[in-house]
Structure formats: C-alpha cells, structure tokens
C-alpha cells in the first residue's frame, strides 16, 4: 500500500549508533506525517508509537513528550540547512540551503501546521521560531559579519528567502524548487539587497 512505511523488523541486543540515527530518524519522519495529517493537538503519543513501529517508551527515551519531537523535526531541518561548516560554504550557498530546505515538503508542512495550532499551542510557537526562523537568521547574520558585510541585512535576507514562493508553497500552489531554482531563488534575493556571494 503506497504511503505506508516500510521498515525492517528490529534485531535484539543494543542498536549501534547508528541504528540508533535511523531510529530516531524514522519517529521523527512518522511524527512529521502525523502531525501534518491530523493536526498537533489531535496525535498522542500512543499513534504515533504505532504509525513509528516503536514502543512508547522508545520514544519516552529519545524525545519525551510531542514538544519535544515537534521541536526535534524542526531542528532536524536546521541541521540539514546549516550543515556544512562555514569554510566550505559562503552566502549564496547557506542562502540556498535554507530555500531548499524551508520551501521543502516537510518544512512547509510543519509551517503550515505551527501557523494553525500557534494560538491553542503558544510554547510550541515560541519554541518553532526560537529553533527555526530565529536561527537561521542568527546563521545568516554570523556569515553576513564574517564575509565583512551588514549583519543588519540577516532578517530582510532571510524574508527574501521566503518571499512570495514560500507563501505560494503555503497555498499548496507550487511544487517544492530541485536544487538548482532554490539557487537561483537565493541569488535573486542576495542581488535585491546588493550582496556579492
């Protein structure tokens, strides 16, 4: 059946780290799909245990409660944006690693749901902003002040970097970009605010 995970049985014994990634990885995907489908406040812990393939008690001791797995998925998508280390990226790349990422199925999912349950959940929102918009702009400007360039320029840098397709992604009107037009989308707005990559 399409849409369902697949997944190898578990073998006994301590999962080496990496097994250890993978797991973690697979209860953050199966989170992400719920939450997306039915709405934070509406997926306990008890689903998403069953939709991971999981115990609860695994979960109890990679996360704890639904915050901290929401907040994880959304630090899991900072860490893929900001992960190479400054040496080997400068601007025009950091910048489209974040469109890349932010315009994402699984980001833009994430943000539609933040948007929706802001108001019932405000911890949660302060928590996303903190994790997500906050630090990539915090990311920005550290790259903008090491580049010899206006740290200032960090926050209307990252707005450019949503701008109007990221609203379209929001509407469900465009497709996620391939790699090469979140580059090009990320040169447009580095050019708008004069920003040499």
């Known amino acids: 059946m399409t849409g369902e995970p697949t997944t190898a049985p578990r073998k006994r014994g301590r999962p080496t780290e990496s097994e250890r ?11 992400v799909r719920l939450f997306v489908a039915r709405g934070f406040a509406q997926v306990s812990l008890d689903d998403l245990a069953a939709e991971a393939r999981v115990t609860k008690r695994t979960i109890y001791a990679y996360f704890g409660d639904r915050t901290e797995i929401f907040l994880a998925a959304v630090a899991r998508l900072r860490e893929r944006a900001l992960r190479r280390p400054t040496s080997e990226q400068g601007l025009a790349a950091l910048a489209a690693d974040i469109v890349a990422v932010l315009h994402s199925d699984e980001a833009v999912g994430l943000h539609r749901l933040m948007i929706t349950e802001a108001g019932a959940f405000p911890e949660l929102a302060a928590g996303f902003y903190r994790d997500g ?35 379209q992604r929001l509407l469900a009107l465009r497709p996620a970009p391939h790699r090469e037009a979140a580059a090009a989308h990320a040169q447009r707005a580095l050019t708008a605010l004069g920003l040499t990559a």
């Open 21 to 31: 990634a993978q797991r973690r990885d697979d209860i953050l995907d199966a989170a």
């Open 133 to 167: 918009p906050e630090a990539y702009i915090d990311a920005l400007r550290g790259r903008l002040d090491s580049s010899g360039l206006p740290e200032e320029l960090a926050e209307p840098l990252f707005a450019l970097l949503l701008g109007e397709p990221h609203r």
